[in-house]
């Protein structure tokens, strides 16, 4: 579990080192903390690299574990609530919500999960609504 603030500490520098993506600081720290905190409680430890493409920063976490079940694989990617563990199962939900794009590699040897923050702001899903009409003078 200490490996998990090293990680942090290592994400923080690294979005702070190379002068961009200060916007989406939080979102990195948060989406590979998870991941890498799932992969102590569910995969029994395993490994994680991070690093800049010049465009994005990317996380890459591999545990050790028996892989997410083929019957519980959808409901525990992308559902909020579902564990298989003593949880609150909200981990997953969060990372999709977070990141711009994440990959989930899951077996019998363990799971990896490739995480890709760039350097666009997130969106809601009510972004960019009001971009539709045109603007009136009044």
Do not use: C
Not at 2 to 17: C, F, L, N, Q, S
Not at 57 to 69: H, T
């Amino acid at each position: 579990p200490r490996d998990i603030t090293v990680m942090r500490k290592t994400a923080r520098k690294m979005i702070i080192d190379t002068g961009r993506l200060n916007s989406r600081l939080y979102d990195f720290e948060a989406t590979s903390t998870e991941a890498a905190t799932n992969a102590i409680k569910h995969g029994r430890g395993g490994y994680f690299e991070l690093w800049d493409d010049g465009v994005n920063a990317l996380a890459l976490i591999v545990d050790r574990g028996g892989g997410i079940e083929p019957k519980n694989l959808a409901r525990a990617t992308l559902e909020r609530g579902f564990s298989t563990h003593i949880s609150l199962g909200i981990g997953f939900k969060m990372m999709w919500e977070m990141a711009d794009q994440i990959a989930v590699s899951t077996g019998e040897y363990g799971t990896s999960i490739l995480i890709r923050v760039g350097e666009q702001p997130r969106e809601s899903p009510e972004s960019g609504i009001l971009d539709r009409f045109p603007s009136l003078d009044v």
